[in-house]
């Protein structure tokens, strides 16, 4: 095993040198059955969380997996070393909530040195970021993206269940300081009766600390399946609202994006919108998930998953692990079938398979 020393000085064993027993991936396999090619890959370091937001979690929590269940740092790098030989350029850290697992500054420099990770980001919920914004930016940083549905005191409390509005808005304002982690995107889950009123908060948040405000329809993903299609706004619902404040005018997109963009009125502030459940973008989705606790999914809402935990820990080679992913690469769904009847979501929710 080779002893690599991270850009912030902290040595971590990484597994970087193929087992001389295993034949080398294969660069660019990873195509499924549909002719996708997956490229980006969502890791969840934690199934844990501090906040309770009413659509993902129950007040009291779930049962966690256990810690030891969960990948090593050294085990995520092994992993994800086999995946951008397999093609994975692009990479994003989440949860549960990233920002407690104690060994993130570590693990994202070291995701930094994979040969062939050309991107890094990070998703979370902000109210540990004043503490770690520094460490983050001294790890090689990442694309950040804060998640805020209010700038309502109250209202945050009563979607997160928990009074950190304040510590969440200290957190971009640290984070703003820090170029390394930019550019940040504030990603608001889009629910009824909350959105409407929260509109000019977030919009003038998102100003004040240079970010892309974007608007995510809530999805079938919630612990406690309470989800029903009513529960969010639309993107064409949220568009005609903000038409009220000035043209929204479309910005021009490459194929495979998620979010449609659009600039606002005089001021040309950009927001974005990722509507799954109105306008689904499987066809042209190249993304796979690694859960915390070591499993791939080919996609959000899939019914199979492949454990990479127990072969990495029984030993396997990289060619062995590169066969597993491809296998579950190959049998993605073509789509989620929110929108279609006989629809069952996924067993996991959507914190522990990491958003
Ligand atoms: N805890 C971090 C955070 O909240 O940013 C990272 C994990 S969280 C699961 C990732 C994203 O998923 C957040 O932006 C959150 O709002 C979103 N999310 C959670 N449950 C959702 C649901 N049922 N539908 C749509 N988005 C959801
Ligand atoms: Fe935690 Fe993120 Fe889920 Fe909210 S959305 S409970 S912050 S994992």
């Known amino acids: 095993m080779e002893r690599v020393t991270t850009p912030i000085g902290v040595p971590l064993a990484l597994p970087l040198a193929e087992p001389a027993t295993s034949a080398p991936a294969t660069r660019g396999a990873l195509i499924d059955q549909h002719g996708r090619i997956a490229r980006d890959l969502r890791i969840s370091l934690t199934d844990r969380c501090n906040l309770r937001c009413d659509y993902c979690m129950p007040a009291e929590g779930l049962p966690w997996q256990p810690r030891e269940q969960h990948l090593t740092a050294e085990e995520i790098v092994r992993i994800v070393g086999v995946l951008a030989e397999l093609g994975i350029s692009t990479v994003r850290l ?191 989705c190249d993304r796979l998930r690694l859960t915390a606790d070591g499993n791939l999914r080919s996609c959000l809402f899939s019914h199979e998953e492949g454990d990479l935990r127990t072969l990495l820990r029984n030993g396997a080679s990289n060619a062995e692990l590169a066969d597993r992913i491809s296998g579950t690469v190959w049998r993605k769904p073509q789509g989620h079938g929110m929108n279609e009847p006989g629809f069952r979501p996924p067993e996991r929710p959507m914190s522990a398979i990491g958003g």
């Open 94 to 284: 989440t949860g549960g909530e990233p920002l407690l697992r104690r060994d993130l500054p570590e693990l994202l420099a070291a995701i930094h040195a994979i040969p062939g990770i050309e991107d890094v980001a990070l998703t979370t919920n902000g109210v540990l970021l004043e503490r770690q914004a520094a460490a983050l930016a001294a790890a090689g940083g990442a694309r950040l993206n804060v998640s805020l549905d209010t700038t309502d005191r109250e209202g945050f409390k009563a979607i997160t269940r928990r009074d950190d509005l304040d510590r969440v808005l200290a957190g971009l304002i640290e984070a703003r300081r820090h170029p390394e982690l930019t550019p940040i995107k504030l990603n608001a889950v889009a629910l009824k009766g909350v959105t409407e009123p929260a509109l000019d908060g977030l919009l003038a948040v998102a100003a004040s600390v240079d970010a892309e405000l974007r608007f995510i329809e809530p999805m079938p993903l919630d612990a406690g399946h309470r989800w029903t299609p009513d529960d969010g706004l639309s993107g064409a619902e949220l568009r005609k609202l903000l038409s009220a404040r000035g043209e929204v005018r479309p910005l021009p997109a490459p194929a495979s994006a998620t979010a449609r963009r659009f600039e606002l009125g005089d001021s040309g502030q950009v927001v974005g919108f990722i509507s799954s459940v109105s306008e689904p973008f499987c066809s042209s």
